[in-house]
């Protein structure tokens, strides 16, 4: 059974927009996803579906195996929203006890819990303080304790370092580690490519409302096929002159590096034996790694055209 | 269960968080120190024998169920013997303890006639009849038509007048050699209600007054029924309204409601809750200043009466019937203030309402108006503010007063059903609590 499934859901505001056309989607548990997309591409909004806070057009949601329309069904479930708001009378303690007692905790069984948390997100200190005197960051480090007080088997987390400072957000992935190894099951949407590409299991990109990729970092970055050959001397002009006409287009990297981006996966045995033959020795031999970045711009570029 | 604490532990925590519960709460605690700085003198019995039978042509007439002021009602002269105990030849039942006996002689029996015509109209307002024929005097001469009246209605109309002024039991016995006089036999079993014999002091004893067409009953009944109808009924709801109403815009507030919306708790739930906990936080408000009231009242004067806690229900149930309007305007538009604006806009139009149907009852607006449909149906559809104000003042004067006094003071057959009243209040209570749920349930957050 699946920690999150989304089945071709579609959401049209009633302003008109369409947010979401056709997204499926499923989430095993204990994996981390990461959600990228441009600015108003509808990470928002799945998650919402999701959690039953906007309804879906059309399409099914579940969390845990049970539809997202049943209340039930969050019951494992925490949730930092982004620009999330608290209540300003509440303290951050008795804040996380409201959020607990909503999710079925009685104030005792929370007590503890919130105090724990509260040390790990780094505000200890501010405990008994009314929420309306928090900084940003303050607000953000809480909103994370809030997702968590209740134990969640499932985590959803909309820019969940907004505002946080670097210090802060090297912990809040720590934290967040330290939920994976408990085999919770993270949902990210974040614009940090950075911070996906070090968490996430995997990665869907959303375009427009539309899931244009999905899969793991490796298989993301690995799509274009570069072979970096390191030779055992400098390759001269001539030599990549050659190998372009051989193979595919050929540029010298480095010092005694050779890119050749190939057409087929069988090329590779041709180009060593090419080499070889030319009397070179190979010392290295890589397939090249896109970087997220470039892999997500790209996958936004092809929209475009 | 813990869903629902935690809502109401919320609603309670945003509460205290507003400056101007607190003013209120200081005002309350004013209002219970008033009650416990009352003191009342001992009552004398023969003071007030003599001045009911030196006022018999006089009455209080309530207004508006509160203040009432002396008005005469008839012209009566009448000499008035020093009051006395009773002596075997006045022929009185045995077995009265404390009865006073006054002697009294009218200069005219054509006046005790005129006081009892008078006298049946008063009572018959009272009970809420025949106030349309009542305006201009019109209907005394119609009595006098109807009936003949002799000595056994001269005796009913002393009983009746000397009941009045508190005395119970009533004897009058007619003097057989003369028409014009009477022997009155009056019971002081229920001192408390004996008008016009005592004085209060407040303050600590800072003032005092005496009250003279009071009894010191009828003066607690009409003080508590004032704290539960101004105080409680008047300034609480327009402070409770305007505080409460902001509740539910803000709770929707983009980023807020997302938090409560990822919990476990369907969306119904969460506004029921919500609503739940604010009548349970007037609720405890009320019970707790009228307790407080109550207590003060007990322990300084050593008089316990309780029936003013139970005006906390009905003023808690006049909120619980406002203050959903205010909730169901906020959810439909987000804004604090047209969400105070349409609470208090319905609990004006309530009253008017109320108003505007009492005044054609009683004919003082022409009955056939083409109007009486409209307000029949708004009168049924919306709550009725008034008529559990009235049925505090009810609750209060039995409380305070004996049944049969309180029967006559407040109307012996009330002309408001207090099921039907409360009844169609709490309906319409819940025909918009049901709205507003509907309206947030269907909605993207
Ligand atoms: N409540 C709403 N009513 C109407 N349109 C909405 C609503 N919420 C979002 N939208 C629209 O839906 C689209 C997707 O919005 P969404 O908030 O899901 O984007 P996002 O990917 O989360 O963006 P960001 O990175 O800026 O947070 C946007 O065009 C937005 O204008
Ligand atoms: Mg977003």
């Known amino acids: 059974m699946s920690a999150i499934v989304a089945e071709a859901v579609s959401k049209t505001y009633r302003s ?48 845990l195996g049970t539809s997202s329309r049943q209340t039930a069904s969050r019951q494992r479930v925490g949730y930092l929203p982004e620009d999330h708001r608290f209540p300003d009378y509440h303290t951050a303690e008795s804040a996380l006890l409201f959020y607990a007692g909503l999710s079925g905790l009685s104030p005792r069984a929370a007590r503890p819990r919130a105090a724990a948390l509260l040390a790990e997100v780094g505000l200890a200190d501010s405990t008994h303080s009314k929420v309306r005197g928090f900084s940003k960051g303050m607000k953000q480090r809480l909103g994370l304790a809030q997702a968590l007080i209740a134990d969640p088997e499932v985590l959803f987390l909309d820019e969940p370092t907004d505002g ?23 949902f990210l949407n974040s614009h940090l490519l950075s911070e996906v590409e070090q968490l996430c299991d995997r990665v869907g990109i959303l375009r427009d409302g539309e899931l244009v990729r999905v899969g793991t970092i490796e298989q993301l970055t690995q799509s274009e096929r570069t072979l970096q050959v390191t030779l055992s001397q400098p390759a001269g002009d001539a030599l990549l002159g050659e190998l372009s006409r051989a193979f595919g287009p050929a540029t010298a990297a480095g010092e005694r590096g050779v890119e050749i981006a190939l057409e087929r996966d069988e090329q590779i045995d041709a180009v060593i034996d090419f080499l070889r033959a030319r009397g070179l020795g190979v010392r290295g031999l890589a397939q090249k790694r896109q970087s997220l970045e470039a892999v997500f711009l790209a996958s936004l570029r092809e929209g475009e055209r | 269960m813990n869903a629902f604490l935690a809502l109401v532990r919320d609603v309670w925590r945003e509460s205290r968080d507003k400056r101007v519960i607190w003013v209120l709460g200081l005002l309350g ?108 005097g019109a209907p005394s001469e119609a009595d006098a038509a109807q009936a003949p009246i002799g000595p056994e209605e001269h005796r009913a109309v002393l009983e009746s007048r000397f009941r009045a002024a508190g005395f119970a039991p009533v004897v009058v016995r007619l003097d057989p050699d003369s028409p014009r006089r009477f022997v009155v036999g009056a019971g002081v079993e229920r001192p408390l209600e004996l008008r016009g014999a005592c004085e209060v002091s407040w303050c600590f004893g800072a003032f005092s007054t005496a009250l003279e067409d009071h009894s010191q009953a009828e003066f607690l009944a009409e003080l508590q029924a004032g704290v539960a109808e101004r105080f409680a009924g008047f300034i609480g709801i327009l402070v409770l309204l305007s505080m409460f109403a902001a509740a539910l815009p803000e709770l929707l507030q983009k980023g807020r409601f997302d938090l409560l919306l990822a919990r476990p708790v369907g969306r119904v739930r969460l506004i029921l809750f919500k609503y739940l906990g604010a009548v349970l936080f007037v609720l405890l408000l009320w019970t707790l200043l009228f307790c407080g009231c109550v207590v003060a009242l007990g322990v300084t004067t050593g008089f316990w009466k309780f ?90 004067a039995r409380d305070h007063l004996a049944a049969d006094s309180a029967a006559r003071i407040y109307g012996a057959a009330p002309t408001v059903d207090w099921w039907f009243a409360g009844g169609t209040t709490a309906l319409f209570a819940a025909a918009m609590v049901t709205l507003t749920c509907l309206f947030v349930a269907r909605r993207d957050w």
Not at chain 1, 167 to 181: F, I, M
Not at chain 2, 53 to 74: D, K, N, P, W, Y
Not at chain 2, 90 to 113: H, N, Q, S
Not at chain 2, 364 to 383: E, F, N, S
């Open chain 2, 307 to 396: 029936g003013l806690i139970g005006c906390a229900l009905t003023c808690t149930l006049v909120f619980a019937a406002i203050y959903p309007v205010a909730m169901l305007v906020g959810a439909a538009t987000r804004h604090v203030t047209l969400a105070s604006l349409a609470g208090l806009m319905a609990w004006g139009l309530e009253g008017i309402v109320q108003t505007l149907r009492m005044l054609i009852e009683s004919g003082q607006v022409d009955r056939a108006t083409r109007w009486k449909p409209v307000i029949d149906a708004a009168y049924w559809i919306l709550p009725k503010s008034s008529d559990l104000t009235r049925l505090n003042q009810w609750m209060l």
């Open chain 1, 164 to 186: 946080i400072d670097p210090v802060g957000r090297a912990h809040v992935r720590t934290l967040l580690e330290a939920e994976r190894a408990k085999g919770r099951t993270i």
């Open chain 2, 29 to 136: 605690l004013v209002v219970v120190a008033f009650f416990g700085s009352l003191s009342f003198t001992p009552v004398d019995a023969d003071a007030a024998l003599r001045r009911a039978a030196q006022t018999l042509g006089e009455q209080r007439m309530r207004q508006g169920m509160f203040v009432g002021t002396m008005s005469r009602i008839s012209a009566v002269r009448v000499s008035v013997a020093e009051p006395r105990a009773p002596r075997p030849e006045d022929d009185f039942p045995l077995g009265i303890d404390g009865l006073r006996v006054v002697e009294l002689e009218f200069a005219d029996t054509g006046e005790v006639d005129g006081l009892y015509v008078a006298w049946r109209s008063v009572e018959r307002m009272a009970r809420g009849e025949g106030r349309a024929a009542s305006r201009g």
């Open chain 1, 16 to 63: 008109g927009v369409r947010a979401l056309r056709e997204v499926s989607l499923s989430v095993e548990r204990g994996e981390i996803f990461g959600l990228l997309g441009p600015n108003g591409a509808g990470k928002t909004t799945l998650v919402k579906v999701l959690l039953d806070i906007v309804r879906p057009s059309r399409g099914r949601t579940a969390l």
